[in-house]
């Protein structure tokens, strides 16, 4: 309630990352982003767990009904699973590198996925709720909070940045792995007709370098921005449709407008959060589906027509841009 | 109750840290728990389904291999049974007419030995007949003339008598 009270004046207030009351590490805040994501982490992996076992093949004594998916849930993985391998990461990256690199991506893909779903969950108002009804919600330190889970840690640039990080180290392993480090010189400065062309061209493969060099960091650091930006921006929307009503309390309107503007901002709150769902959904997916692409584009170029195929499906679908 | 503006762009590197730790936790543990059960679950399922079909083509063209196995028996036995009822017929046709023939044979056989012994007794009455005239004849001139004929007399009176019998009857 006072973090709603609060948003109304300074909706950011509500979404930044907050430290712990009186939890610490080294002298430093423990944040409530770090707990969260532990949490969700131990969560998604009983879950995975539970839905790998009704997924897995089961003993020969069921029969051919061994080969079903034994529940709802396991079903849903299974399609999430089977639609980004087949349709998405396998064209683009071609079979041998979606069979190399599927377990990270998925993981990546549903960690990402789990910390935008709990991040549309209300725990925070709901613990600092009980709080203020138990009167313990004074003599807080500046942005720090009672509760010890829950918010949006993916709408924290430290989080976002730290999954970018992951990507960077993948896709430069990846590239050195691939194409060696005189291979992956080579194709910072553009690949190796340009290298190994005319010395006329030694400018442009100059600037290419220049270009690609920044690139290498420009291309996960726009990761962890457009997931950030897109969940701040997704929240600070929920924020301000659900605050109109205390903004009404506030400006001191009869109780029958700010009844008749708390329906509204209810029913708008609503709908944005079907549409947060999406979001969260869809920022998971471009998150993991560049990484696979930038992944691919380390790859050696004459990777057969699996990996040509792959390509066209890469530009095909570009870089979503939400 | 105002708060001081808070900075959402502002970095923090616990958190920071913390993510790329426990990300890296998950990963391990899904790559390690999770991922390989369910891949290898997919692949089962999707091997099963592959096969299936392989199965089930397997036996469609079985099936139809033998089905084209079983329409040219029939054909055949359909052929062979023709043929037989053909030779069937043309048999019985053939024994019909050998029958008639044998038949007609045997009948103008019958015939021609019925008209044989007729003629046979035909003959045998003429002689009987001739024989008895003639000993008739005999007796009733001896009676007539009182006297004995001798035999030569009496073929020559026979002989006589019976050109004329033959020149009276033609």
Redesign the interface.
């Given at each position: 309630m006072?973090s709603l009270?609060?948003s109304a004046?300074?909706p950011?207030?509500h979404?930044?990352?907050k430290g712990l009351h009186q939890w610490n590490?080294l002298g430093?805040?423990?944040?409530l982003?770090?707990v969260t994501?532990?949490v969700t982490?131990i969560v998604?992996?009983v879950l995975?767990?539970f839905?790998?076992?009704s997924?897995?093949?089961g003993p020969e004594s069921m029969g051919?009904k061994r080969?079903v998916?034994r529940s709802a849930f396991g079903g849903v993985?299974?399609v999430m699973?089977?639609y980004l391998r087949d349709e998405m990461l396998g064209p683009v990256m071609g079979a041998r590198l979606t069979r190399k690199y599927?377990?990270?991506l998925?993981?990546?893909f549903?960690?990402i996925l789990a910390l935008n779903i709990i991040g549309l969950i209300p725990f925070v108002e709901v613990q600092e709720f009980i709080s203020w009804r138990r009167g313990e919600q004074f003599n807080l330190a500046?942005?720090t909070t009672l509760a010890i889970f829950g918010g949006a840690?993916t709408?924290?640039?430290?989080?976002t940045?730290?999954?970018a990080?992951?990507s960077f180290v993948l896709i430069q392993v990846q590239g050195f792995r691939e194409l060696g480090v005189k291979g992956w010189l080579e194709h910072l400065c553009g690949g190796h007709d340009l290298v190994g062309g005319s010395p006329l061209l030694y400018p442009v493969a100059l600037l290419v370098f220049v270009v690609e060099f920044f690139g290498l960091f420009v291309k996960p650091a726009a990761l962890a921005i457009r997931l950030?930006a897109n969940m701040?921006a997704g929240h600070t929307l929920l924020i301000v449709f659900t605050s109109f009503g205390a903004l009404a309390a506030n400006a001191g309107l009869g109780w029958f407008g700010v009844s008749a503007i708390t329906v509204v901002s209810a029913v708008g709150s609503m709908l944005i959060t079907l549409l947060e769902v999406f979001v969260a959904l869809l920022q998971a997916f471009v998150f993991m589906f560049l990484t696979a692409v930038f992944i691919s584009l380390m790859a050696h170029e004459d990777h057969g027509q699996d990996e040509a195929h792959g390509e066209d499906a890469a530009h095909a679908h570009g870089a979503p841009a939400h | 109750?105002?708060?001081?503006?808070?900075?959402?762009?502002?970095?923090?590197?616990?958190?920071?840290?913390?993510?790329?730790v426990?990300?890296?936790?998950?990963?391990a543990?899904?790559?390690f728990?999770?991922?390989?059960?369910?891949?290898?679950?997919?692949d089962?399922?999707n091997a099963?389904i592959l096969g299936e079909i392989a199965a089930a083509e397997a036996a469609r063209t079985a099936a139809a291999a033998k089905q084209k196995e079983f329409e040219q028996k029939l054909q055949e036995a359909m052929e062979e049974s023709s043929r037989m009822i053909r030779e069937a017929k043309a048999e019985a046709v053939r024994m019909g007419e050998e029958l008639r023939v044998r038949s007609e044979a045997e009948l103008a056989e019958r015939a021609r030995r019925a008209q044989d012994e007729i003629e046979s007794a035909r003959r045998t009455a003429v002689a009987e007949l001739e024989s008895h005239a003639a000993t008739l004849a005999v007796s009733i001139a001896s009676r007539i003339l009182k006297r004995e004929i001798s035999a030569s007399d009496q073929k020559r009176m026979v002989e006589e008598s019976l050109a004329g019998m033959q020149g009276k009857s033609s």
């Open positions: 006072i009270l609060a004046s300074d950011m207030s979404l930044v990352d590490i430093r805040p423990v944040m982003s770090m994501m532990l982490a998604l992996v995975l767990r839905a790998a076992r997924i897995a093949t051919n080969f998916t993985i299974e699973v089977l599927l377990p990270f998925l993981s990546m549903f960690f500046e942005n840690a709408a924290s640039i430290s989080v940045g730290g999954m990080v992951i950030f701040v | 109750m105002m708060l001081a503006s808070a900075n959402p762009l502002e970095f923090n590197l616990l958190p920071f840290i913390t993510t790329m426990v990300f890296g936790t998950v990963a543990a899904l790559g728990f999770v991922w390989p059960k369910i891949l290898k679950g997919l089962d399922r099963k």
